[in-house]
Nanobody
Framework: VQLQASGGGLVQAGGSLRLSCAAS????????MGWFRQAPGKEREFVAG????????YYAESVKGRFTISRDNAKNTVYLQMNSLKAEDTAIYYC?????????????????WGQGTLVTVSS
């Protein structure tokens, strides 16, 4: 199983970025896909999650209304559209996958992880 995250970069506060997570190695139709982030000196935290089948989603309060998670079944890719970015959104963003996470917001619930992509928001 491989999860390849991409799309990070440097953006000014108020700007937008779209992250992608390309999944391969198995059929993910029954999986939950999550985005997490880790800022320097902080623990990894949940950002958003989506159930591949059905598309139900869940967001951290800190990003609700600004970020949108979606998936493209044909491309086996999950996206994180990030708008109205703030300096505090600066972090390495990771995608993760699990068939049955015990808790969508728990890092220990996910079996598979991508390598991370850096997002830097300048104020």
């Amino acid at each position: 199983v491989q999860l390849q995250a991409s799309g990070g970069g440097l953006v000014q506060a108020g700007g937008s970025l779209r992250l992608s997570c390309a999944a391969s190695g198995r059929t993910f139709s029954s999986y939950v896909m999550g985005w997490f982030r880790q800022a320097p000196g902080k623990e990894r935290e949940f950002v958003a999650g989506i159930r591949w089948s059905g598309g139900s989603s869940y967001y951290a309060e800190s990003v609700k209304g600004r970020f949108t998670i979606s998936r493209d079944n044909a491309k086996n890719t999950v996206y994180l559209q990030m708008n109205s970015l703030k300096a505090e959104d600066t972090a390495i963003y990771y995608c993760a996958a699990d068939r049955r996470p015990a808790g969508w917001a728990r890092t220990d619930s996910y079996e598979y992880w991508g390598q991370g992509t850096l997002v830097t928001v300048s104020s």
